[in-house]
């Protein structure tokens, strides 16, 4: 394939109405699969803290150390925005070649949308 990322702009332009309506407390259940390395807390583990990431600025966590490729994603700007994380979700090392993350993605739509829902207010129950 040879635009992977446009293929999935694409999808997550026609499943945006289902990003709209995600559910926070199934989102809690999506979470577990980044909880070893994430928290929505304001404390980082082996990946950043995901407290806030809605509208914040990419790679901006001062006392984590990102990976080059990264902070070299940063250029222009970029800012978490819902769009932005579904699209990373899906496939993290096809939108940031040379991330350390090691999570291979999120395939349901579903689970993105909840996920993104939960990240939007984790204290949600």
Request: some cysteine.
């Amino acid at each position: 394939m040879k635009h992977p990322l446009a293929l999935t702009a694409a999808f997550l332009c026609l499943a945006a109405p289902a990003l709209a309506e995600g559910d926070a407390i199934a989102g809690k259940t999506v979470f577990k699969k980044c909880a070893p390395c994430h928290s929505t807390e304001q404390v980082n583990r082996v990946g950043p803290t995901l407290a806030g990431i809605i509208g914040r600025p990419v790679a901006t966590i001062e006392d984590y150390n990102y990976s080059p490729a990264m902070r070299a994603f940063t250029e222009g700007g970029r800012v978490w925005s819902e769009a932005q994380i579904a699209e990373y979700l899906m496939a993290p090392k096809a939108m940031v070649p040379g991330t350390r993350m090691t999570f291979a993605g999120l395939r349901k739509i579903e689970d993105i949308a909840n996920l993104i829902a939960y990240l939007k207010n984790p204290a949600s129950e």
